[in-house]
């Protein structure tokens, strides 16, 4: 597997003075991805899980329903080549779009399409907390370069079942839903934790995979917290586990006892 940092000269400032040293950059690899023939999209990805991103991405922008719909998802030198099985391209789609690490391409169904979320699952706090730390210490290029978001799924006991990190919080998102569509791993029956903020785009996703629960370390949207309501999505954020410590613009605050909001669902975690 390719490496997805590099080292670059830099000059680094300590005790007031400026010194010769090296910093680890995240790479930023263009992929472009062609379905059935046609030039779809590229996109802005740190290498790594690219199958499990482009697979995750159409079916989180709603132009497959299931990874049965692939025929074909080949990785060669010049990007991905997907077949899909008798399905065209809706014609409203403008070819050839770009996605940059910022944000993903709004999907193209409504919202009034997306399902009811249908699951048993109940988490125990700690689980969650288990979970986002499990997260953090997983992340090595994180740790490398602190370029990067993170995503992760786990089992309801707060196991993880895939790790992901990449430029973009949509990509690491698209990878992990990727991982389970193409490990056919229920939905219903783990939930995601990740470093991004649950804005509607996000939430839609996680909504269309039919996982009942998100919990991140930042913040959620109006807009992705009403989407979440309406499809039965439990969101969590702010989670910080006791001794977590995090940046400001000031100083380094470490903190002394748990913390997490719970915006929507409450009822399953105990």
Known sequence: MPSAFKLVPCRKLSEGHFSRAEASVIIERELPVYVNGQHLFTASIAPGMEKE???????????????????????????????????????????????????????????????KIHSSLKLNKKDVFRAMNTLFEKASLYRETEGVHAAGLFTAHGLPLCIVEDIGRHNTLDKAIGYALLNKIDGSNVFLVSTG??????VTKICRAGIP????KTAVTDKGLEIGIKCGLTIIGFVRDAGNKINTDMEVRTFDKSVMRIYSGAERVA
Request: avoid cysteine; proline fraction near 3%; hydrophobic fraction near 40%.
């Open 53 to 115: 991103f482009v697979a995750g991405y159409l079916f989180g922008q709603g132009f497959i329903n299931g990874v049965q719909e692939i025929h074909s998802l080949e990785i060669e030198n010049d990007g991905v080549n997907v077949v899909l099985r008798e399905k065209t391209l809706p014609r409203t789609i403008k070819a050839s779009f770009r996605i940059v690490s910022g944000g993903g391409k709004t999907a193209y169904f409504k919202e009034s399409s997306l399902p």
């Open 197 to 202: 903020r649950m804005a509607s785009e996000m």
């Open 213 to 216: 629960l998100v919990a991140t």
